[in-house]
């Protein structure tokens, strides 16, 4: 039986990703008790389960009691003993997106009341899922991202891989706009010649060709992309070995328009040889081209 649980702070985006799984096949419950996990694993794994029950996906959020908040890694440990295959997917955003999101839609914040505002509750509901965020196999950070790119990401990520099998994102981002806090690994690649300082170049990015013809004629860019697929085509095995699911390399540069973006489109070309479901996402392209910039 192949049980996935969705959680995440309200306004993340767990009602899509579960819609999404819903589309895939699975039989969806939304808000379950934590406590019936385990007696519902259960009535899966039997042999007079029926064969809608062998692929489920569950959402679990602050409306839980806290308590069993608090409790879930005992229930999630028994489980794992059925021989259920269980992942947890983790969404989230910053906090300032999850207040936008609330107050565009007008809806109520489940632990908000006439004592309780809303950012406190979105701050509060942050602690109580930590015990999930903790064991989470695959952490989404929705910041920035549309229903539609995270409708897509899940469909990728989750349901474009085979059982057991490791799903690679390798994404671009600035630093002067923060490190993704999603992130398995992050690259620094500051240090290569930065095409802006040509004002020829300024208003293209590392997927332009003229941004390419720049970098590759500096051997430091060749070396620090066959660096870092020597590192990543070492031990990336040795993750999936160890049956982890999924792998975020974020690789920064300054603005995430230039040389991130560059070294971004060389790793996933080569993994793509290596493994089956690899996505590439720039994660500052869209809002630079929103503006304009590029």
Same mark, same amino acid.
């Given at each position: 039986?192949?049980?996935?649980?969705?959680?995440?702070?309200?306004?993340?985006?767990?009602?899509?990703?579960?819609?999404?799984?819903?589309?895939?096949?699975?039989?969806?419950?939304?808000?379950?008790?934590?406590? /019936? $996990?385990? %007696? *519902? +694993?259960?009535? =899966?794994?039997?042999?007079?389960? &029926?064969?809608? @029950?062998?692929?489920?996906?569950?959402?679990?959020?602050?409306?839980?009691?806290?308590?069993?908040?608090?409790?879930?890694?005992?229930?999630?440990?028994?489980?794992?003993?059925?021989?259920?295959?269980?992942?947890?997917?983790?969404?989230?955003?910053?906090?300032?997106?999850?207040?936008?999101?609330?107050?565009?839609?007008?809806?109520?914040?489940?632990?908000?009341?006439?004592?309780?505002?809303?950012?406190?509750?979105?701050?509060?509901?942050?602690? /109580? $899922?930590? %015990? *999930? +965020?903790?064991? =989470?196999?695959?952490?989404?950070? &929705?910041?920035? @991202?549309?229903?539609?790119?995270?409708?897509?990401?899940?469909?990728?990520?989750?349901?474009?891989?085979?059982?057991?099998?490791?799903?690679?994102?390798?994404?671009?981002?600035?630093?002067?706009?923060?490190?993704?806090?999603?992130?398995?690994?992050?690259?620094?690649?500051?240090?290569?010649?930065?095409?802006?300082?040509?004002?020829?170049?300024?208003?293209?990015?590392?997927?332009?060709?003229?941004?390419?013809?720049?970098?590759?004629?500096?051997?430091?860019?060749?070396?620090?992309?066959?660096?870092?697929?020597?590192?990543?085509? &070492?031990?990336?095995?040795?993750?999936?070995?160890?049956?982890?699911?999924?792998?975020?390399?974020?690789?920064?540069?300054?603005?995430?328009?230039?040389?991130?973006?560059?070294?971004?489109?060389?790793?996933?070309?080569?993994?793509?040889?290596?493994?089956?479901?690899?996505?590439?996402?720039?994660?500052?392209?869209?809002?630079?081209?929103?503006?304009?910039?590029?």
């Amino acid at each position: 039986m192949k049980l996935i649980i969705v959680s995440g702070r309200s306004g993340s985006g767990k009602s899509t990703a579960l819609h999404v799984l819903e589309d895939l096949g699975f039989y969806c419950i939304d808000n379950l008790p934590i406590g /019936l $996990l385990f %007696p *519902l +694993s259960q009535e =899966a794994t039997s042999q007079i389960a &029926t064969h809608r @029950l062998k692929k489920m996906a569950v959402s679990i959020d602050a409306r839980n009691l806290s308590g069993e908040l608090a409790n879930f890694e005992d229930i999630y440990q028994q489980l794992k003993q059925t021989g259920a295959d269980i992942e947890i997917i983790f969404l989230d955003a910053d906090e300032q997106s999850l207040l936008q999101r609330f107050h565009a839609t007008r809806r109520k914040h489940p632990l908000s009341d006439d004592k309780t505002s809303l950012r406190e509750a979105i701050s509060s509901e942050k602690h /109580l $899922l930590e %015990p *999930l +965020s903790r064991l =989470a196999d695959l952490y989404v950070n &929705t910041t920035g @991202l549309s229903i539609y790119e995270l409708r897509d990401m899940v469909k990728q990520r989750v349901a474009g891989r085979k059982d057991q099998e490791l799903a690679l994102l390798v994404q671009s981002f600035g630093f002067k706009h923060g490190v993704p806090v999603d992130s398995d690994y992050v690259f620094d690649v500051r240090c290569l010649p930065n095409p802006y300082w040509d004002t020829s170049l300024r208003k293209h990015t590392g997927l332009d060709q003229p941004v390419i013809d720049f970098l590759e004629k500096e051997p430091s860019s060749r070396q620090m992309v066959d660096d870092l697929i020597g590192f990543l085509g &070492t031990w990336l095995p040795s993750f999936a070995d160890s049956n982890r699911s999924y792998m975020t390399i974020s690789i920064g540069c300054t603005g995430g328009q230039h040389r991130s973006v560059y070294v971004c489109e060389r790793l996933g070309e080569h993994f793509r040889s290596h493994y089956r479901n690899v996505q590439v996402r720039h994660t500052e392209l869209p809002h630079l081209q929103a503006r304009g910039e590029v």
